[in-house]
Each structure stands twice: as structure tokens, then as C-alpha cells.
């Protein structure tokens, strides 16, 4: 045999061992801060999808020049959402309104809407927000977090522009 391959040799098991127990003591340091970037991320995907779907609610009242709908699942937003055209006239409660998308949330993000906001959001033929009783209509949905830097809200201007933002701090609306 060349004297070669005898210089060569692999670890042995205790080296094996023993990085394996370093291995496993970083990956128990670093777990507590992982956890937290999921969260984190988790949170932004939510809010990411509720924006695109509420800003595709607009232009799907404005291309079928209807009012489009848009409500939560079992009346909580964190379970998800469905976009409804507003055929009939008689909102969410008739059957016959087709169902344009119907999304399910994320049980892990909670999400606090304002007041107007709560039931619905209803978009008009102009792509504007409105109450039920025609008025304009403004809003933020807040996903709780009781750190500053990691809550993030969906804000829903009069003109019905859709846009995410870090500003301001968490709301009395998100519960402890």
C-alpha cells in the first residue's frame, strides 16, 4: 500500500462526539431567535396577502363596475377572508353572489381591525371603500405584536389606497 493513503485518516468516533455536542449547544443558543424571525416573517407574508387581495378587491369592483366584498371567515380576520361581487345588491347574505377568492389565514397571527372594519370591507364601482350606508370609509387592520418593531398594520385610506406600514406603535386594540 503507498504511504500515501496510510497519512490519510478520518475523524474518529470522540471527534464525531464532540462536535456533535457543540453542534447541538449552538443550535439551542440560536433556537430562541429563530423562532422570533419566523414569527416575524409569518406576520409579513399575512400582511402581504391581505393587502394584494384587498387592492385586488378594488380593481375587481372597478372592472366589473360593482361593489366587491370583501369579509371574514367565521367573523375573524386571523382565519382568513372571501371576496364576494356584490351582484344582487343584498351584500354577503345572498347565495347567488359569486365568490370571486376565499383565503385561509394563519391562526398564529392575530389581527385587530378597526371598527368599521370588523364585518367588511366593501368596495364601490369606483374602486373607493364604503360603509353600508354609502359614507367613506378608512381603516387599519392591525397585526398584533407587543413589540414596536415587529407590529405592522394594513391601512386602507378614503380613496381606497392599500398600503402596509411599521409606523406608529401597537394600538389598545391588540390584547396583552
Known amino acids: 500500500?503507498?504511504?500515501?493513503?496510510?497519512?490519510?485518516?478520518?475523524?474518529?468516533?470522540?471527534?464525531?462526539?464532540?462536535?456533535?455536542?457543540?453542534?447541538?449547544?449552538?443550535?439551542?443558543?440560536?433556537?430562541?431567535?429563530?423562532?422570533?424571525?419566523?414569527?416575524?416573517?409569518?406576520?409579513?407574508?399575512?400582511?402581504?396577502?391581505?393587502a394584494s387581495d384587498l387592492r385586488s378587491a378594488r380593481l375587481e369592483a372597478v372592472q366589473r363596475n360593482r361593489s366587491v366584498i370583501v369579509h371574514p371567515l367565521d367573523g375573524d380576520w386571523a382565519k382568513g377572508w372571501r371576496m364576494v361581487v356584490d351582484e344582487s345588491g343584498?351584500?354577503?347574505?345572498?347565495?347567488?353572489n359569486p365568490v370571486v377568492v376565499q383565503r385561509l389565514g394563519d391562526a398564529s397571527v392575530r389581527v385587530a381591525a378597526t371598527q368599521n372594519l370588523r364585518e367588511q370591507?366593501?368596495?364601490?364601482?369606483?374602486?373607493?371603500?364604503r360603509l353600508p350606508n354609502r359614507g367613506a370609509l378608512a381603516g387599519t387592520f392591525h397585526l398584533c405584536e407587543a413589540d414596536n418593531e415587529a407590529h405592522r398594520r394594513v391601512v386602507v385610506a378614503r380613496t381606497g389606497r392599500v398600503r402596509i406600514t411599521r409606523e406608529g406603535p401597537p394600538t389598545p386594540l391588540c390584547p396583552a
Open 1 to 50: 500500500m503507498p504511504s500515501a493513503f496510510k497519512a490519510c485518516r478520518g475523524l474518529s468516533l470522540f471527534d464525531l462526539l464532540i462536535t456533535l455536542a457543540v453542534l447541538a449547544i449552538l443550535a439551542q443558543w440560536l433556537a430562541p431567535g429563530f423562532s422570533g424571525l419566523i414569527a416575524e416573517q409569518r406576520r409579513l407574508a399575512f400582511a402581504h396577502e391581505l
Open 90 to 96: 343584498k351584500g354577503v347574505t345572498d347565495p347567488s
Open 121 to 129: 370591507l366593501a368596495f364601490d364601482y369606483l374602486g373607493v371603500p
